[in-house]
């Protein structure tokens, strides 16, 4: 009789053992779950800073600003399915939103880089031709003016001329 309820004790301990770690492990994957998705939010925020300094000076961001949306929406996804104590897909959409994000910022400050080149490009080509455009109408006005010059010239020329003639 003595064996029985230590077998009896030893089951309960291990029904409490198996219980507590299922727990802890199930806290673990809620919090695991929790992390990327506070993760996932910071990463659209990097995201969406991004897009607007990208978009800001100048570049195209129509895509982004529609995987930014997707990205949103996988997030909220995410929180749905963690709510619904379903941590394993609401780590799997966290982490994709996140990927997404990361995506996001690398090619929208690569379209950052690009536009703020372009548009030092094109400033410099500006300059280059207000300057070309003040030679062009510089040398015009001075060649008119030498040419009127002439003409005045070769008309006092022309009158004397005539005056030695009537004489």
Not at 28 to 55: F, H, L, P, R
Not at 102 to 123: P, Y
Not at 147 to 165: A, H, Q, S
Request: with cysteine; charged share 30%.
């Amino acid at each position: 009789m003595s064996k029985r309820p230590l077998k009896l004790v030893a089951i309960a301990l291990l029904v409490t053992l198996s219980i507590t770690l299922h727990r802890c492990a199930y806290a673990e994957n809620e919090t695991t779950a929790s992390q990327a998705i506070g993760k996932a939010e910071e990463s659209i925020m990097d995201a969406y800073k991004a897009v607007a300094e990208a978009e800001e000076a100048g570049a195209k961001v129509e895509a982004y600003t529609l995987l930014l949306n997707k990205a949103i929406n996988l997030t909220d996804q995410a929180k749905l399915a963690n709510k619904e104590t379903q941590y394993a897909e609401a780590e799997r959409l966290a982490n994709q939103a996140i990927e997404i994000c990361n995506q996001i910022t690398d090619e929208a400050k690569e379209a950052r880089e690009k536009a703020v080149q372009e548009s030092a490009s094109k400033k410099t080509i500006f300059i280059a031709l207000g300057l070309a455009t003040a030679l062009i109408t510089t040398f015009c006005a001075h060649m008119t003016l030498k040419w009127w010059r002439n003409r005045k010239e070769k008309r006092k020329l022309r009158m004397r001329i005539k005056l030695k003639e009537k004489t």
